[in-house]
Structure formats: structure tokens, C-alpha cells
């Protein structure tokens, strides 16, 4: 595909006018969107506007796709999905350093690991630790790669509540200290204003809003701010609120 001249060189990401459809029918048309250097955008829409048919292509996994328009991606990015992909007879080291190479892979295998509080089952399989430790496997085994730009689609979907809060903490510690840019496709309205700089949200095929979050980090759900912010979304998502009923 064309790529993109001109432009902000700070951008790691840059689509314009992207197309992408199945069967004849459309899903994405004309999208147009940058992704700054370190930037952590969220994107969301309702179920099949086209998120994850956005995020493949940004992967560039969607050469069977037919499609339309440009786009820039760097050549070093990561993509985590909802389930882990570990390889089930390979140990967790070695799915973390799976392809990797050089004298250091291991070194940097291990470092890592520790990273996402792991240290003590590089020798385990994968079976034998739970969906958050998976994913959290899964997470270094992307940024062992130190990508430029890290891709993950509903990551933290098939957590329970409270890991998925742990998966939060660990995902901004570990963004605030490779900096990678970040498009997280997530339905949780409540993970785009915790985690995003921008939020995007994706409706008939193109993106109908670019919010950008300034809150302060660490953010809670309680501030006033972030309540304001996550009722734009939800409007834009075309969720109606009922108030809740008073009770006798
Ligand atoms: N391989 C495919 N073949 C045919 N249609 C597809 C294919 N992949 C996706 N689609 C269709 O494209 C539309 C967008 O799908 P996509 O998975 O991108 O949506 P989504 O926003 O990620 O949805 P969800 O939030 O439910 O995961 C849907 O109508 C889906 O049925």
C-alpha cells in the first residue's frame, strides 16, 4: 500500500482515507487517523463498527481484506490479543523470547518477565498459569521487542474485575517506561478514560469522535472529570441512560 507523504514526523501511525470491507459490504470508510510517538489511544465503537477490522489492518494481518487508502506503520510493533497465544509446548521464557535473537535474548527474556512480576516461572507452561498470567506473558512478550507502536485488541476482555484492575496498574507502568504508542481497542468505557491520552470512537466506518483525556494520572473513577468524560462517551456510543428508579 501507498505510503504517506508528508505530514507531522512525529507520528508513528498514519492512515488516510483507509477502506476496508467484506462481502461488498463496507465496514470501514475513509478513516483518518494519527498516532503521535508514545501516544496511548483507545478506541471504541459498538460491537462490529470495525474495531478489530481497524486494528488488523493497522497490524498490517489483513492482506486478504479488500480495501482502499494509505497508511504508516512503523515495522517495529507488537500485537496482543483477548487470548494469549502462548505456545502451549514451549516454557514461558521461551514463548517470551520465541524469535528473537541475539546474545541477550535471554537476559532480555528474563528482565521482562520480572517486569510483569513473573520472575519465578520462566520454567512453567503455559497451562499451568492463570488467563491474567498468561496475558501478563503475553505483554512481555511484546515489549521484550521494545516496539514503537503496541496494538492490543480487548486484551483484558476475558479477565475477571479484579485482575483486569492489576492488568490496568501494570499496563501504565509498564507504557510510562518503554513508551511505545498504543491503539488498545477495548468496549470498557471506564479503560479508555483510565488508560487513554485520546479516546476514538469508531461508528458507521469512520471515527465520529477524537476525545483527548488531560486528566492527571493516577486517575479514579470517582473524580468528577472522569465521570463528565465517560458520559460523552457513552452519548457518542449511543447509550441512552435511564435514571435509576427511586425505591420505595
Ligand atoms: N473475516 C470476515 N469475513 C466477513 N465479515 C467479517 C470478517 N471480519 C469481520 N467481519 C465483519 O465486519 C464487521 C466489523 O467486525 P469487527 O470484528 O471489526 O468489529 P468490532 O468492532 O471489532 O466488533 P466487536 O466489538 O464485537 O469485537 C462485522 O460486521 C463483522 O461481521
Not at 470512537?201 to 468524560?229: K, M
Request: proline share 5%; glycine share 8%.
Amino acid at each position: 500500500m501507498a505510503p504517506i507523504t508528508g505530514g507531522l514526523s512525529e507520528s508513528v501511525v498514519r492512515t488516510k482515507d483507509l477502506s476496508r470491507g467484506f462481502d461488498g459490504r463496507a465496514v470501514l470508510r475513509g478513516v483518518d487517523i494519527e498516532i503521535a510517538r508514545g501516544e496511548f489511544v483507545a478506541l471504541l465503537g459498538r460491537s462490529g463498527s470495525g474495531k478489530s477490522t481497524l486494528l488488523r489492518a493497522l497490524a498490517e494481518l489483513d492482506y486478504d481484506v479488500p480495501g482502499s487508502g494509505a497508511l504508516d506503520v512503523p515495522a517495529n510493533r507488537s500485537v496482543v490479543f483477548q487470548d494469549s497465544r502462548l505456545l502451549p509446548w514451549a516454557r514461558v521464557l521461551d514463548n517470551v523470547i520465541l524469535g528473537l535473537g541475539g546474545p541477550n535474548a535471554h537476559e532480555r527474556g528474563k528482565i521482562a518477565l520480572a517486569e510483569v512480576g513473573l520472575a519465578s516461572r520462566e520454567k512453567a507452561w503455559p497451562k499451568e498459569l492463570s488467563g491474567g498470567e498468561q496475558q501478563r506473558v503475553a505483554l512481555a512478550r511484546s515489549l521484550v521487542r521494545e516496539p514503537e507502536l503496541l496494538l492490543a485488541d480487548e486484551p483484558f476482555g476475558a479477565l475477571d474485575a479484579l485482575t483486569r484492575i492489576k492488568m490496568h496498574v501494570l499496563l501504565q507502568e509498564l507504557c510510562e517506561r518503554h513508551r511505545p504508542a498504543v491503539l488498545l481497542v477495548t468496549h470498557d468505557v471506564d479503560e479508555a478514560v483510565l488508560l487513554a491520552d485520546r479516546v476514538l470512537v469508531l461508528d458507521e466506518g469512520s471515527i465520529a469522535l477524537d476525545l483527548r483525556i488531560e486528566l492527571d494520572r493516577p486517575r479514579t473513577h470517582r473524580d468528577p472529570e472522569f465521570i463528565e468524560l465517560r458520559e460523552i462517551l457513552l452519548t457518542s456510543l449511543g447509550v441512552e441512560r435511564e435514571p435509576v428508579a427511586a425505591t420505595a
